[in-house]
């Protein structure tokens, strides 16, 4: 006669108690760990193109005030890194291959979305400001209106601004239309 496999009866148990994960939902969530990978990516891109790019601008100008930019523009970056770093902390993936814990990733990712667009938009105010005031200074510019009704200037800040600030308000409202389905769906989950 043939003995049973402890281990493996004890797997297809543990594999058989487990709540089947939705398929739309186990999608959702390997879309987003596909975008999260993309985000980390283009992070270096930029780390590498800004940060290395006005770190050799500095070093052949060997001018203060590009000195200056340099040393923003990396301390800009530190910042982001930090907070994109902390924002993905356990966010990669679920803890288990549960309904419940697809769930739980799904929600932990959007409340982490509402937090990166209240912090990408005070740093772009700061990132802005900066910009603004060194450019200001960099072209020796001596009429503020002037300066400020130039074309990039126009199109960068006047435009630009709004632009991603609709954005920015759009994307909040979805998240957080998203977050309270989420929400509404764990607690039905846990009435069954």
Request: aromatic share 10%.
């Given at each position: 006669?043939h003995?049973?496999?402890?281990?493996?009866?004890?797997?297809?148990?543990q594999?058989?108690s487990?709540?089947?994960?939705?398929?739309?939902?186990r999608?959702?969530?390997?879309?987003?760990?596909?975008?999260?990978?993309?985000?980390?990516?283009?992070?270096i891109?930029?780390?590498?193109?800004m940060?290395?790019g006005?770190?050799g601008?500095a070093l052949a100008?060997?001018?203060?005030?590009?000195?200056?930019?340099?040393?923003a523009?990396?301390i800009?970056?530190a910042?982001?890194?930090?907070v994109?770093?902390?924002?993905?902390?356990?966010?990669?993936?679920?803890?288990?291959?549960?309904?419940?814990?697809?769930?739980?990733?799904?929600i932990l990712?959007?409340e982490?979305?509402?937090?990166?667009?209240?912090?990408?938009?005070?740093?772009y105010?700061?990132?802005?400001?900066?910009?603004?005031?060194?450019?200001?200074?960099?072209?020796?510019?001596?009429?503020?209106?002037?300066?400020?009704t130039r074309?990039?200037?126009v199109?960068i800040?006047?435009?630009?601004?709004?632009?991603l600030?609709?954005v920015a308000?759009?994307y909040?409202?979805r998240?957080r239309?998203e977050l309270?389905n989420l929400?509404?769906l764990?607690?039905?989950?846990?009435?069954?």
């Amino acid at each position: 006669m043939h003995e049973p496999d402890v281990e493996l009866e004890g797997w297809r148990r543990q594999w058989l108690s487990q709540d089947a994960v939705t398929a739309d939902l186990r999608a959702k969530v390997e879309s987003g760990t596909r975008s999260m990978r993309w985000g980390l990516a283009w992070e270096i891109v930029v780390t590498v193109v800004m940060g290395g790019g006005s770190l050799g601008w500095a070093l052949a100008s060997r001018r203060a005030d590009v000195f200056v930019l340099a040393l923003a523009v990396w301390i800009f970056i530190a910042i982001a890194w930090t907070v994109s770093t902390l924002l993905r902390r356990g966010a990669w993936q679920p803890a288990a291959a549960t309904t419940t814990a697809f769930l739980e990733i799904s929600i932990l990712r959007c409340e982490r979305s509402l937090q990166a667009i209240g912090i990408q938009a005070v740093l772009y105010v700061i990132i802005l400001a900066f910009d603004l005031l060194w450019l200001y200074d960099y072209l020796a510019e001596t009429d503020v209106w002037t300066f400020l009704t130039r074309p990039a200037v126009v199109v960068i800040a006047w435009m630009g601004t709004p632009i991603l600030a609709a954005v920015a308000v759009w994307y909040r409202r979805r998240l957080r239309r998203e977050l309270r389905n989420l929400l509404r769906l764990r607690s039905d989950l846990a009435d069954s």
